[in-house]
C-alpha cells in the first residue's frame, strides 16, 4: 500500500485530513516518525453498539487487547521520537468481573517499549444510573500518556494555571496566598530546636525568597522550619530529600512556579451532553484533548486519531492551530467531523 504525503505544505487554516477506513491498515500508509502526537479513544471492548464492525466486538477481552495492542504499535512507528500517545479507555464488567482492560492494554504496550509518564483518572463527575446493589457506581475513566523515548516533547508551561499575583502592601511583600514572612520571622526568633547559626542562614534564606516573590520569580512559597511544621511528605532521610535538608539545614521552602501550577493527574471533565449523542454513541469532551494538545504537540505540529468518531480530537487540535489527521472505519462519521471542522 503507498504512503501517504503529510501536509508538504501548511493546509488552509489548519484543516484537517480525514482518512477513511481500518485504522491498522490506514497508519500502515503514513510515514514513520511523522506524527508528533496521538490522541485517541478507542471503542471500547463489549461496548461497541454504534458499528457492525470494526475493533471493539471481539468474543473474547485478549483479541481485543491483542489488535488494540497492534493498532498502537503501528501509531508507535509513525510517532515522532519526541512524540506522545494519549490513551483513554474504559472499562467493562463480564460476569460480575470487572476486567481491568485499560491496565491489560497499558501493561502490554509498556512491554513493547512504550514509557508510561502518568496515569490519568478522569472523572466524570455524572453517569449513567446504577441500579446494581452490590458494588459503587462508576465515574471514572482511564488515561494513560505514553511516550516513544525518553527525550519528548513536553511544554509544562503551556498547560499551567494562572497564578494569583503577589502585593505589596504597606512596605511588606505579601504573596498571592497572604505570605508575608512576617509569621516565619517570628517562628525563627522564638525556635529552640535550629541553632544560632541556623537561624541566621534562615533569615537570610527567607529574605531572597520574599525578594523573588517581589520580582516575579516564584508565584508564591511555604517555608517549613525544623520543630515548627510538619514534612511534606516524609520525616524518614532516606525517603523524603526534604526530611534531609530539613535535618541538615533547619529549614526549606516550597516555590511555586511563576507561570502558575501543573495540572494534576486527575481530570474533572463531565461527558459530552446526551444531546449530542444523537450523532455519536461516545463522544469524549473537547476540554479533555486540551491538555495533551498543548503541553505535546508544538505549534503547528500533527496530532494523529486513528479512532476520530466525530472529529473531537480534530477540531480541538484545529482551535488549538496545530496540524491533524482522523482516521475511522464509519464514512458517516468522518462526514460529520469534516462539517464540523470546516465551520
Same mark, same amino acid.
Given at each position: 500500500?503507498?504512503?501517504? +504525503?503529510?501536509?508538504?505544505?501548511?493546509?488552509?487554516?489548519?484543516?484537517?485530513?480525514?482518512?477513511?477506513?481500518? +485504522?491498522?491498515?490506514?497508519?500502515?500508509?503514513?510515514?514513520?516518525?511523522?506524527? #508528533?502526537?496521538?490522541?485517541?479513544?478507542?471503542?471500547?471492548?463489549?461496548?461497541? @453498539?454504534?458499528?457492525?464492525? !470494526?475493533? !471493539?466486538?471481539?468474543?473474547?477481552?485478549? #483479541?481485543?487487547?491483542?489488535?488494540?495492542?497492534?493498532?498502537?504499535?503501528?501509531?508507535?512507528?509513525?510517532?515522532?521520537?519526541?512524540?506522545?500517545?494519549?490513551?483513554?479507555?474504559? #472499562?467493562?464488567?463480564?460476569?460480575?468481573?470487572?476486567?481491568?482492560?485499560?491496565?491489560?492494554?497499558?501493561?502490554?504496550?509498556?512491554?513493547?517499549?512504550?514509557?508510561?509518564?502518568?496515569?490519568?483518572?478522569?472523572?466524570?463527575?455524572?453517569?449513567?444510573?446504577?441500579?446494581?446493589?452490590?458494588?459503587?457506581?462508576?465515574?471514572?475513566?482511564?488515561?494513560?500518556?505514553?511516550?516513544?523515548?525518553?527525550?519528548?516533547?513536553?511544554?509544562?508551561?503551556?498547560?499551567?494555571?494562572?497564578?494569583?499575583?503577589?502585593?505589596? %502592601?504597606?512596605?511588606?511583600?505579601?504573596?498571592?496566598?497572604?505570605?508575608?514572612?512576617?509569621?516565619?520571622?517570628? %517562628?525563627?526568633?522564638?525556635?529552640?530546636?535550629?541553632?544560632?547559626?541556623?537561624?541566621?542562614?534562615?533569615?537570610?534564606?527567607?529574605?531572597?525568597?520574599?525578594?523573588?516573590?517581589?520580582?516575579?520569580?516564584?508565584?508564591?512559597?511555604?517555608?517549613?522550619?525544623?520543630?515548627?511544621?510538619?514534612?511534606?511528605?516524609?520525616?524518614?532521610?532516606?525517603?523524603?530529600?526534604?526530611?534531609? @535538608?530539613?535535618?541538615?539545614?533547619?529549614?526549606?521552602?516550597?516555590?511555586?512556579?511563576?507561570?502558575?501550577?501543573?495540572?494534576?493527574?486527575?481530570? @474533572?471533565?463531565?461527558?459530552? #451532553?446526551?444531546?449530542?449523542?444523537?450523532?455519536?454513541?461516545?463522544?469524549?469532551?473537547?476540554?479533555?484533548?486540551?491538555?495533551?494538545?498543548?503541553?505535546?504537540?508544538?505549534?503547528?505540529?500533527?496530532?494523529?486519531?486513528?479512532?476520530?468518531?466525530?472529529?473531537?480530537?480534530?477540531?480541538?487540535?484545529?482551535?488549538?492551530?496545530?496540524?491533524?489527521?482522523?482516521?475511522?472505519?464509519?464514512?458517516?462519521?468522518?462526514?460529520? +467531523?469534516?462539517?464540523?471542522?470546516?465551520?
Amino acid at each position: 500500500m503507498a504512503q501517504i +504525503a503529510l501536509f508538504d505544505t501548511p493546509a488552509p487554516a489548519f484543516q484537517p485530513l480525514f482518512l477513511c477506513g481500518d +485504522a491498522l491498515r490506514v497508519l500502515q500508509t503514513l510515514p514513520s516518525a511523522s506524527v #508528533d502526537c496521538c490522541l485517541t479513544s478507542p471503542p471500547y471492548w463489549g461496548h461497541r @453498539e454504534y458499528e457492525s464492525a !470494526g475493533i !471493539g466486538l471481539e468474543v473474547d477481552y485478549t #483479541d481485543y487487547v491483542q489488535a488494540l495492542v497492534q493498532i498502537l504499535l503501528e501509531v508507535k512507528r509513525v510517532l515522532k521520537p519526541t512524540g506522545s500517545l494519549w490513551l483513554n479507555l474504559g #472499562d467493562t464488567y463480564l460476569d460480575k468481573h470487572l476486567m481491568g482492560i485499560p491496565w491489560r492494554v497499558a501493561l502490554a504496550l509498556m512491554d513493547y517499549g512504550f514509557i508510561l509518564r502518568n496515569s490519568i483518572i478522569w472523572n466524570k463527575l455524572k453517569g449513567a444510573p446504577d441500579n446494581s446493589k452490590d458494588k459503587l457506581r462508576n465515574l471514572h475513566e482511564n488515561i494513560f500518556h505514553f511516550v516513544k523515548s525518553k527525550n519528548y516533547y513536553y511544554d509544562t508551561d503551556a498547560i499551567r494555571s494562572k497564578p494569583r499575583a503577589s502585593k505589596v %502592601q504597606n512596605g511588606k511583600v505579601i504573596s498571592a496566598t497572604g505570605v508575608s514572612g512576617v509569621r516565619y520571622k517570628r %517562628q525563627l526568633e522564638l525556635s529552640t530546636a535550629l541553632t544560632t547559626l541556623e537561624k541566621q542562614a534562615a533569615f537570610i534564606a527567607l529574605e531572597r525568597v520574599l525578594n523573588d516573590v517581589t520580582t516575579g520569580a516564584i508565584s508564591d512559597f511555604r517555608m517549613v522550619i525544623r520543630g515548627q511544621q510538619r514534612t511534606t511528605h516524609s520525616d524518614q532521610q532516606k525517603v523524603s530529600g526534604r526530611a534531609k @535538608e530539613l535535618q541538615q539545614k533547619g529549614y526549606y521552602f516550597l516555590k511555586y512556579h511563576p507561570n502558575g501550577a501543573k495540572p494534576s493527574d486527575v481530570w @474533572e471533565i463531565i461527558p459530552e #451532553d446526551t444531546q449530542k449523542r444523537q450523532t455519536h454513541y461516545a463522544p469524549f469532551p473537547e476540554d479533555l484533548c486540551r491538555i495533551p494538545i498543548l503541553s505535546t504537540c508544538p505549534k503547528n505540529g500533527v496530532v494523529l486519531d486513528p479512532f476520530c468518531g466525530t472529529g473531537t480530537t480534530m477540531f480541538v487540535a484545529q482551535q488549538l492551530e496545530r496540524q491533524s489527521i482522523g482516521i475511522d472505519l464509519s464514512a458517516a462519521y468522518l462526514e460529520i +467531523a469534516k462539517n464540523r471542522c470546516e465551520k
